[in-house]
């Protein structure tokens, strides 16, 4: 047992319990937090891209010794069948600006720097602690946790759930549901190494200049699911995700469509000659808006992926979970200020600020797209790129066809393959779901 | 019993990647561990403490960053953790290391109690020597007990201790007198998990930081790189052989088998038709 009591004891040392024990201590609290990992980020798996915004807003001059791989200056949106990929691009020379917008990073070694500056900034990590299930008083309130180690328990004043996609302590607890197949996908990714020069010419990249390639299509046969590709400065991450109900369904397997995906004509002279030298499975919240659970209770709250923060059709999750860790940290260190107790009434002010930022506006908006998805996904995710590619396949032959022809060709091949209601009804439904 | 324990910070032996292109070794990003020889060794002398009371320091020689071993050592259980960290320590073989180790032993007996046992692991995994535990006996005159497998006795008041020690063909039982210093084998025990106080402790525990002055030493000339007469000559990555294992058929027999490996290997054919013609 630890004899002191803390304002607050964080879950979990990940990108939201990382943003809401650094807020929090930088304000005076004092912050235990609890780690089931060797070190923060033996456990974190992300693609991944670092949105700048919201740890700038944590900590405005990261930039000066965080570990980033590259500035993204380019963006490809790949709708792809087994042999082709219709392409839009998107590059520019402003993305070159003094403190960019997006920047790929390996988590492991970001991970490591983040949490060096919590402790710097105050709070204490105890590593390869797990938290096994929360304590209560009689009221039924939150005081503190148990650990698997040896006389394990620790108090605090508010403990915070930061423990991630699949987080037991919550669930054991029953503060929120286990998560079902349909709400979580499974994404699986590969570090490939490449010499840095070579990423650069095969790129058409500069210094720290980085690329993105987001796609979907036929590579996930027909599963709901995303693929990518993004450059570092020595590597290269590679890697596909799909709803894990998806994979029951249908029997794929994750490395299968990673295969597949690596050997795609498209894809394969991009990893020409370089090396594996690690592989990562992940579950990522795809549930959104509708399934994000109780946030807040007495003397407990939950941030990042343990509360479904993701943005799945933007694929942002990081940023999220940063964002709630910081807004939760705030609202922590505004009811001490206040001396008003961690209770489920007074801690609905972090539910009152959520609502007030982009993280709820955005998930509200897209709270109806993973129905749609589920309805449509077959479609989307096989027919459709097939249509495009073919369309595109049709329109750039010169063949001596006339041009009308190739037009109405085209349009009777969508026709044939979805009827004119089917084509009419999707893009109602999308349009309806994206709103 | 006032105890210490030397150790050493390593990369992880099992996480060091080879870079594909220059063939040198990826420092950047590779993980450093506790040796793990070193923990057999800690926990041993924990089990000691455990058993008749006192203390065990932890002492490590190293850069700064040696300080994450030192704290992991504390969430084990120890008690102290001093480190020995200094420019002038840079680049030390293992008889400048036994020079530094010793001196910051001494200031550890005159700081906080005599140490009658001091214990080292078998060897590092980076150096293989095993040359400095035997060093520091050498230069402390402590009794040396090294390749030990088990502490059967220790004899406070006829200040003896008497150890299983592995040899070649057996196990020697050895009794002498304390002090002595240990090299622990392998397997012998296994590092316990501290408890959530330890952790607690350690995270926040202020460490014992001596430069080489503060450890009492004069005669810089014998650390680091000057005080170290071995010479790396070459670093290189092992090129790949170009022979592969073959499996084959078990049906065609023994005789398919040697024909095959006489193809490869005339000289064994000919050396086996002398032996048999010899009997």
Known sequence: MIEEKFDAIVVGAGASGNACAYTMAKLGLKVLQLERGEYPGSKNVQGAILYADALEKIIPDFRDDAPLERHIVEQRQWTMTDSAHVGMHFRSEEFNEDRPNRYTIVRAQFDKWFSRKVREAGVTLLCETTVTELLRNNSGAVIGVRTDRADGVAFANIVVLAEGVNGLVGQRAGLRDVVTPESVALAVKEMHFLPREVIEERFNLKGNEGVVIEAMGTITKGMTGTAFLYTNAESISVGIGCLVSDFQGTGQTPYGLLEAFKNHPSIKSLLAGSECKEYAAHLIPEGGYKAIPQLYGDGWLVVGDAGQFVNAVHREGSNLAMTTGRIAGETIAWLKVRRDAATAANLSEYQRRLDASFVMKDLKKYKNIPDFLHKSGAHLFGLYPRLIAQAAQTWFRVDGKDKRAKESEIIKSFTRSRSLSGLLGDAFKLARAWR | ?279
Request: hydrophobic content about 45%; charged content about 20%; proline content about 4%.
């Open chain 2, 1 to 279: 019993m006032h105890i210490a324990v030397c150790m050493k910070q390593v990369p992880d032996s099992a996480q060091i990647r080879v870079h594909p292109v220059t063939n040198t070794i990826m420092r950047q990003g590779v993980p450093t561990i506790i040796n793990p020889y070193d923990l057999f060794a800690l926990e041993e002398a924990l089990r000691l403490r455990d058993k008749f009371g006192g203390e065990v320091t932890v002492l490590t020689m190293g850069p700064p960053m040696a300080e994450d071993s030192l704290r992991k050592a504390l969430t084990f259980g120890a008690d102290r953790a001093v480190l020995l960290t200094d420019r002038f320590f840079a680049g030390s073989d293992t008889l400048a290391t036994s020079f530094a180790l010793s001196a910051a032993l001494e200031k550890i007996a005159a700081e906080f109690g005599e140490t009658p046992i001091v214990f080292t692991g078998k060897q590092t995994i980076d150096g293989d020597t095993a040359q400095v535990g035997p060093g520091i006996a050498k230069r402390l005159g402590l009794n040396q007990l090294t390749y030990v497998s088990r502490i059967a006795e220790v004899d406070q008041a006829g200040q003896t201790i008497t150890v299983e020690r592995r040899a070649e063909g057996g196990v020697q039982l050895l009794q002498t007198r304390l002090p002595v210093l240990i090299t622990m084998l392998e397997g012998t025990n296994e590092i316990r998990r501290g408890s959530l106080a330890d952790a607690y402790r350690a995270a926040s525990a202020k460490l014992v930081s001596w430069n080489a002055a503060d450890a009492g030493i004069v005669d810089l000339a014998k650390c680091g790189l000057r005080g170290s007469p071995t010479i790396v000559k070459k670093v290189f990555a092992p090129q790949a052989r170009a022979e592969a294992a073959r499996m084959l058929a078990v049906e065609d027999g023994a005789e398919a088998v040697m024909t095959e490996i006489f193809v490869r290997q005339p000289a064994l054919e000919a050396e086996l038709m002398r032996f048999a013609s010899g009997q």
